[in-house]
């Protein structure tokens, strides 16, 4: 293997085969969900095999089925996708939710892609598929924009997705087609691309390409320790490796801490990644809160002055958002024997955070630290949604100016028409709609009227009867042509005949009676 991930002289893998570990039913007999994905990457292996010249022996492609556990599953993705030639995303509604899948199709869109030709102009390697349809579902934005045309795989596979296809046999034929069709596009998209090896990334601290989660969703885990390569002369190496992520302060129990506080983390619902302290206290000294964090803190590196400056300055700026863990292993000779001098080294140093933790979270480390990977697993939950409630209480936006206020109708009777503004509720009608029938000074029937002269009272009558019932007077509101509100007092029987009576005059009616509509605007609006 090249520092770059593949030999120059080997046939690398066709596709990478991205897809959304589905969990057991948790019913009794239930088989493997997992079943028809391994059964699409064998059809699809042998379709490829069959339109390509890979030597026997030679993968086609590859698919992950370590159920994202194990210390090497991160190498061997980041050596996968530094080197495939196509990156085949399986589209769910679970898929879009998952940060592993996300990580994947980050980690292989940092890869440069040239047409293979001048006459060529395909610019993506990702060849997408319809596992389950998603109209009803929003796409990511990395998803939305990318331009790939579906119709060659059979309508049935655009309405049901290939895994009904698959799974039911009365798709046989159209499942075999569609897969079929697959494998040309990824051989095609192959030989009209040109995507070299890249360098195998940190997969653990890679962000997701969705972020469809809320910040408040995400929990930035960082850690402050050594690897191999800097630890004093007087500390065992057998707890750590070759990474400062690799640090397993509880061996030969667990995993190393980071990954495992990444399982812990999911159970909660987050959606964590792993950091080096180092590269993220600066950020998270001046202030810049992009998620909830943790820090696992190893004591040893408090003996560095360096860090040890750090994570004073941590302690000062008071980020409440990032919670601290102090793993400490009492069944470790080294640590039992130092117990004493790293606990003052650590109270010294985190003098703040010591004072903020009490006495709501005065439990978040136990009484006498984590002494054990279980005191580990008992006290991160607490103290990630610690993190998580500082945080939406930093982030919490107040309101740039108070809300408008609802509106009133006695306000409106009280200061005459217009209190709602000019549409009646306080929007702003447009020329479209015409005249504000509230407007008495745009009334086109009262320009018209021939009797307004010798009646010079009877607008303000009738507006004040029809619009400005007294404040202690019930009201009714009507909608007229333009749907806006007409404000109508219903509760008093001589109001209500004298917009009878102004009614009949205005359009000339006939009184036949009871008018079930008496005091009730028309359909059209109140005709003045």
């Avoid at 039913?25 to 010249?53: I, K, M």
């Avoid at 290939?162 to 046989?172: D, G, H, I």
């Avoid at 080294?345 to 984590?370: E, H, I, M, N, Y």
């Avoid at 619009?467 to 029987?493: C, Q």
């Amino acid at each position: 293997m090249t520092d770059r991930g593949w030999d120059e002289d080997e046939t690398r893998p066709y596709f990478f085969l991205s897809y959304a570990h589905t969990p057991k039913s948790g019913a009794r007999g239930a088989g493997d969900p997992n079943h028809w994905v391994r059964q699409l990457y064998r059809d699809l292996c042998e379709a490829v095999l069959q339109l390509t010249t890979v030597p026997a022996g030679v993968p086609v492609g590859f698919m992950d089925e370590s159920m994202h556990q194990g210390e090497l599953w991160a190498e061997r993705l980041s050596e996968e996708l530094a080197s495939c030639r196509v990156f085949v995303p399986l589209y769910s509604p679970r898929y879009f939710n998952s940060v592993p899948c996300g990580q994947e199709w980050h980690a292989f869109t940092r890869r440069p892609v040239y047409p293979a030709t001048m006459d060529v102009e395909r610019t993506s390697g990702i060849v997408p598929v319809l596992w389950a349809p998603m109209s009803r579902y929003r796409l990511p934005k990395v998803a939305s924009e990318l331009q790939f045309n579906h119709a060659g795989f059979g309508p049935d596979y655009a309405t049901e997705g290939l895994y009904a296809l698959m799974k039911l046999s009365y798709f046989r034929a159209a499942y075999e087609l569609a897969v079929h069709r697959l494998a040309a596009r990824i051989v095609q998209v192959a030989e009209e691309t040109v995507i070299p090896v890249g360098r195998r990334l940190e997969f653990n601290g890679l962000p997701s390409a969705f972020n469809v989660s809320a910040p408040t969703k995400q929990l930035r885990i960082s850690v402050l320790t050594y690897h191999q390569g800097e630890l004093p002369q007087d500390r065992n190496p057998d707890f750590y490796g070759a990474r400062r992520a690799d640090w397993h302060p509880y061996r030969p129990a667990g995993s190393p801490i980071a990954q495992h506080a990444v399982r812990l983390a999911r159970q909660l619902g987050f959606q964590p990644t792993v950091h080096e302290f180092d590269d993220e206290v600066e950020s998270i000294i001046e202030g810049n809160a992009e998620a909830p964090g943790l820090l696992l803190l190893d004591r040893w590196a408090l003996r560095d002055p360096r860090r040890r400056e750090l994570v004073r300055r941590f302690d000062r700026s008071d980020a409440t958002w990032v919670s601290v863990l102090e793993p400490w292993n009492t069944d470790d000779r080294e640590c039992l024997e130092r117990d004493g001098e790293f606990s003052g080294l650590s109270d010294q140093t985190l003098r703040k955070t010591r004072r903020a933790g009490r006495p709501s979270f005065l439990g978040v480390t136990g009484p006498t630290g984590l002494n054990s990977l279980e005191d580990f697993d008992d006290a991160l939950p607490r103290a990630a949604m610690k993190a998580k409630y500082a945080f939406e209480s930093r982030t919490r936006a107040e309101p740039e100016e108070p809300p408008a206020p609802r509106p009133s109708l006695r306000e409106a009777f009280r200061h005459g028409p217009g209190a709602y503004g000019p549409d009646g509720f306080g929007g702003h009608r447009t020329e479209p709609f015409g005249p504000d029938p509230f407007d008495r000074d745009h009334d086109p029937d009262r320009e018209h009227d021939p009797d307004h002269d010798r009646n010079p009272g009877r607008d303000d009558r009738t507006t004040r009867d029809d619009y400005g019932a007294p404040d202690d007077r019930t009201v009714r509101i009507t909608r007229d042509g333009y749907g806006l509100g007409n404000v109508r007092n219903i509760s008093d029987d001589r109001t209500n005949r004298t917009a009878r009576e102004n009614d009949r005059y205005h359009r000339n009616d006939r009184d036949d009676g009871d008018d079930p509509d008496a005091g009730m605007a028309p359909l059209g609006g109140p005709h003045r």
